[in-house]
């Protein structure tokens, strides 16, 4: 499925908040089609790591290349409360340039929020503004598409819309890279694991097995060698 | 084309913030009530037997309109903090000048309403009936609030990122009004004695000379505030 | 910094000791050895992160940054020496502590400024923010500043005309020209002694800071 040519390239990144460096020297491809999960304790530089590949921080050492369009889905909605969730996606649809041709509805209807595309997204569950968010995020049909914990929150009907959406996107040839704590979920999809331990990429390798205490295991280890 | 899609984009981002003003008004209404209420305190604010109308007007004025001001321009960039919305914004490929644009447009609005509606109340309140000199005194507010709300967009632009943000704008944005804010008094008060043109040119001189320096220059270290 | 303290203590007393009294003004006149100068520097200072701060919004170099916010401070703290002896001179010779006057008015704005502007640096924590914002307001104060001072100026102003800087003969009798131009030197030695010594601090806070944090690997 993967393609050779990667469709993003990290090439050792470092970014430092303060004096503290949160990122330290990650380098990693994602290839087109292709799903890696980000795994990491709290506070071990995925957010940041997804935030700079964003292009929301600059990165203090190191670059990003990128084949096409880069989109991302973060901790908060990154949309406007007083305004309705078709009002959301046109405005920022607009800013991408696009016209306002029902491709928002169709994203929202895709998500399953068809239905409440109309009320002000201030009313929205946490279910559904992570699906809003995700139907943000896929607005200009990214080539790479960063998620930062998407199953958070979300009951099981709600996963299950948005892991079928992440299996559509990875067969439609785009690359993914999704930092989550719900591992087994997120198990079906991808086939490469990185972990990160206090800002550096420890290690990126095959899954190492269906469930998700072999990750649990592998990450474990990897902390206590103190790499 | 770039430049019809720069203003388009800047339109599209006025438009959103003015419709979600339109939903909450809360700062649209705090603004005005806010406004109403200085221009009734500043009247009792003085002994009417030394203090006449006409002299204490001017002064007034733009004090209602400085303070209401800040109200609105605070209330722009905190829009996009909540949920993190800049951060959305700075996903799609919009230019920092768009944006800015966007933003003081949005602003410039808001506050032009604000004016609009107190400054009828003000000729009643002070009972100065310059209804015919009314145009000239608009433009002389326009033009004052083009400079006050391009420098307050900017530093406002900035507070948000820190603690205490409401206090911060007053402080930060106030010695800048000194300029537009003294000749805007200035020129109303010879505007409501019915002095010639001749007497204003070097007010309204001094008001374009802010008005066109300050909006450039805060368009050019916008994009400073936005990178991260 | 040295040669800074003992130039000064050498003015106060060549200001006090040796200088006449003026014969208008009388002893209060002698302020005018600290008032002016310190004055001058604290004018000085703030210029001089004006341009630091456009520097570093050029460059992106941290020194900048730091030598921007001590120049500042320092500049904050003459500015503060320059509004307590202003009303002290003021009060025996113009008969009031204060007055609207315009070099007075648009010092206290200018104060203002700077103190709105050592404010927004400590509220900021992450460096790079800090430096970038302050280096923002710090330009926009360098263009603000003669536009306050035309503002207040076309209010009728109060203070003396100037009294060195004049195309024909300077009107001072040269005894307390000297004194003056002296304090003149020492004051920016001063204010450069300062600024070296808070850059300084700063530079050694920033290095343990770092330390303190690790590096990269």
């Avoid at chain 3, 920016?188 to 300084?200: E, K, P």
């Amino acid at each position: 499925m993967a393609s050779s040519e990667p469709a993003v390239r990290v090439h050792e990144v470092s970014r430092r908040f303060g004096y503290r460096w949160v990122v330290r020297n990650v380098s990693m491809d994602v290839a087109s089609g292709e799903a890696v999960m980000l795994v990491g304790g709290n506070g071990a530089g995925k957010t940041t790591l997804l935030r700079v590949m964003a292009g929301l921080l600059k990165a203090h050492k190191g670059r990003i290349d990128y084949r096409g369009m880069v989109g991302m889905v973060a901790h908060h909605t990154m949309m406007y409360d007083a305004l309705t969730a078709r009002e959301n996606l046109v405005f920022f649809g607009r800013l991408h340039g696009l016209r306002d041709d029902g491709r928002a509805d169709r994203l929202l209807e895709r998500l399953g929020l068809g239905h409440v595309s109309g009320e002000r997204i201030a009313t929205f569950s946490r279910g559904m503004l992570q699906r809003l968010a995700i139907a943000r995020a896929l607005l200009h049909e990214p080539d790479v598409l960063l998620l930062d914990e998407p199953l958070t929150g979300l009951d099981d009907a709600a996963s299950q819309i948005v892991l079928a959406v992440i299996a559509e996107l990875k067969a439609r040839g785009a690359a993914l890279l999704i930092a989550t704590h719900q591992l087994i979920e997120l198990t079906s999809v991808t086939a490469r694991v990185g972990y990160m331990v206090s800002g550096r990429l420890a290690a990126l390798e095959p899954l190492p097995g269906p469930d998700a205490g072999a990750i649990v295991s592998r990450y474990r280890e990897l902390v206590a060698s103190g790499v | 084309m770039v430049s019809s899609s720069l203003f388009g984009t800047a339109l599209a981002v006025a438009r959103k913030d003015l419709r979600v003003e339109w939903r909450t008004k809360t700062a649209f209404i705090s603004s005005l009530v806010f406004a109403v209420l200085v221009l009734a305190v500043l009247y009792f604010a003085r002994d009417k037997t030394s203090v006449g109308d006409y002299d204490l007007a001017p002064g007034a004025l733009w004090v209602t309109f400085t303070f209401a001001g800040m109200l609105g321009l605070n209330r722009a960039f905190l829009l996009e903090r909540e949920n993190h919305a800049l951060d959305g914004l700075r996903l799609t490929p919009i230019s920092p000048t768009a944006l800015f644009l966007g933003k003081i447009a949005g602003n410039l609005v808001f506050l032009g309403v604000v004016e609009l509606v107190s400054l009828p109340l003000f000729i009643l309140f002070y009972d100065v009936p310059i209804w015919r000199q009314l145009p000239t005194l608009m433009a002389v507010v326009a033009l004052a609030t083009i400079g006050y709300v391009a420098v307050g967009t900017l530093l406002s632009a900035m507070v948000v990122r820190t603690r205490f943000s409401e206090v911060m704008l007053p402080v930060l944005l106030l010695p800048f009004l000194v300029p537009p804010i003294v000749s805007a008094v200035q020129l109303t008060w010879r505007i409501l004695a019915l002095r010639p043109l001749s007497e204003m040119t070097g007010w309204l001189s001094l008001l374009a000379a802010f008005d066109i320096i300050f909006f450039t220059l805060s368009l050019l270290l916008f994009e400073a505030i936005l990178v991260e | 910094m040295g040669i800074a303290l003992v130039g000064l203590a050498g003015i106060y007393v060549r200001a006090l000791m040796f200088t006449p009294i003026e014969r208008t003004q009388g002893p209060a006149q002698k302020i005018f050895y600290v008032h002016a100068p310190v004055a001058w520097a604290a004018l000085l200072a703030f210029s001089v992160c004006g341009l630091l701060s456009l520097l570093y919004l050029v460059m992106r170099d941290r020194k900048f940054d730091l030598m921007a916010a001590a120049s500042a401070e320092v500049g904050t703290a003459l500015a503060v020496v320059m509004l307590t002896t202003g009303p002290l001179w003021g009060k025996p010779i113009w008969g009031t502590w204060w007055t609207w006057d315009a070099r007075l008015t648009s010092t206290l704005f200018t104060f203002l400024l700077f103190v709105g502007y050592l404010v927004l640096r400590n509220a900021l924590t992450d460096f790079e923010m800090r430096a970038r914002f302050s280096a923002v307001l710090g330009v926009m104060a360098l263009v603000l500043v003669p536009f306050i001072h035309v503002t207040v100026y076309w209010f009728r102003t109060l203070h003396p005309d100037p009294v060195v800087l004049k195309p024909d003969a300077p009107s001072l009798p040269s005894v307390m020209l000297v004194t003056l131009l002296s304090s003149f030197a020492v004051c920016t030695v001063l204010y450069i002694g300062l600024v070296m010594q808070r850059y300084a601090l700063a530079v050694l806070q920033d290095v343990r800071e770092e330390e303190a944090a690790g590096g990269i690997s």
